[in-house]
């Protein structure tokens, strides 16, 4: 599997079968792996983003399959600039760890948001010493009906370092017109974290400058790939 260049921004546009069947067919955007800081950085212009900082997941019909909150530690890694600072350290936020778990799934309730959101994305954060301080991430996103888009990875992510060091941290999400069910982050290791879930109801945003051909050809692999299962 390929990898891509850590802090590249990869964003690609599926057109699923719009070749065959013409404007009807869904819009799916990839975004990643972006480096992220804080809520600022993500391409989301509108979104309900979960950042633990009470040490709870209690956003709106959101769920995670698995691990635990883990708030204001040595080990934790939170999203640089949710303690007010963005000072290379994510000690004094909180986050979600993995507790073992090699995937974390993060479903969204489309009764009680009324509806699917268009928009999801989830922030990685750390790899502890049981990977090395190095992992090997997948992001994979499930449409309606709990179908595969694609994926992004597996790609490479880690600093050599596990004490709250926020200069790995990367952004994955997604646009896609007809609705995300769930999203998926797995790792070679159950030791690692994540911050800043978010879902919203907008738009794709405008593409970048900078393209990640590497991610295009990944997540394109990806879809292919359950295309022929």
Same mark, same amino acid.
């Given at each position: 599997?390929?990898?891509?260049?850590?802090?590249?921004?990869?964003?690609?546009?599926?057109? +699923?079968?719009?070749?065959?069947? +013409?404007?009807?067919?869904?819009?799916?955007?990839?975004?990643?792996?972006?480096?992220?800081?804080?809520?600022?950085?993500?391409?989301?212009?509108?979104?309900?983003?979960?950042?633990?900082?009470?040490?709870?997941?209690?956003?709106?019909?959101?769920?995670?399959?698995?691990?635990?909150?883990?708030?204001?530690?040595?080990?934790?890694?939170?999203?640089?600039?949710?303690?007010?600072?963005?000072?290379?350290?994510?000690?004094?936020?909180?986050?979600?760890?993995?507790?073992?778990?090699?995937?974390?799934?993060?479903?969204?309730?489309?009764?009680?948001?009324?509806?699917?959101?268009?928009?999801?994305?989830?922030?990685?954060?750390?790899?502890?010493?049981?990977?090395?301080?190095?992992?090997?991430?997948?992001?994979?996103?499930?449409?309606?009906? +709990?179908?595969?888009?694609?994926?992004?990875?597996?790609?490479?992510?880690?600093?050599?370092?596990?004490?709250?060091?926020?200069?790995?941290?990367?952004?994955? +999400?997604?646009?896609?017109?007809?609705?995300?069910?769930?999203?998926?982050?797995?790792?070679?290791?159950?030791?690692?974290?994540?911050?800043?879930?978010?879902?919203?109801?907008?738009?794709?945003?405008?593409?970048?400058?900078?393209?990640?051909?590497?991610?295009?050809?990944?997540?394109?692999?990806?879809?292919?790939?359950?295309?022929?299962?």
């Amino acid at each position: 599997m390929s990898s891509v260049t850590v802090g590249v921004r990869v964003i690609v546009v599926l057109t +699923g079968s719009l070749l065959m069947a +013409g404007s009807s067919a869904a819009t799916t955007v990839f975004y990643g792996p972006l480096p992220y800081l804080s809520a600022a950085d993500s391409p989301f212009a509108v979104a309900t983003i979960e950042d633990f900082t009470d040490g709870l997941l209690n956003v709106p019909g959101t769920s995670i399959s698995g691990g635990t909150a883990a708030l204001s530690c040595l080990d934790c890694d939170s999203v640089d600039g949710d303690d007010g600072l963005i000072d290379g350290n994510g000690n004094d936020g909180g986050s979600w760890y993995s507790n073992g778990e090699t995937s974390l799934t993060i479903t969204f309730d489309p009764v009680a948001l009324g509806g699917l959101p268009t928009q999801a994305g989830v922030v990685w954060t750390d790899v502890g010493f049981g990977g090395g301080f190095f992992a090997n991430v997948t992001f994979e996103v499930f449409g309606p009906g +709990g179908i595969s888009l694609g994926t992004i990875g597996p790609i490479v992510l880690g600093d050599g370092l596990g004490q709250g060091q926020t200069g790995e941290d990367r952004f994955f +999400g997604i646009f896609n017109s007809t609705g995300i069910s769930h999203i998926r982050i797995v790792t070679d290791n159950g030791d690692w974290e994540i911050d800043h879930i978010q879902y919203g109801f907008g738009e794709p945003v405008p593409e970048p400058s900078v393209f990640g051909l590497f991610g295009l050809a990944t997540a394109a692999v990806g879809i292919l790939r359950r295309r022929r299962l």
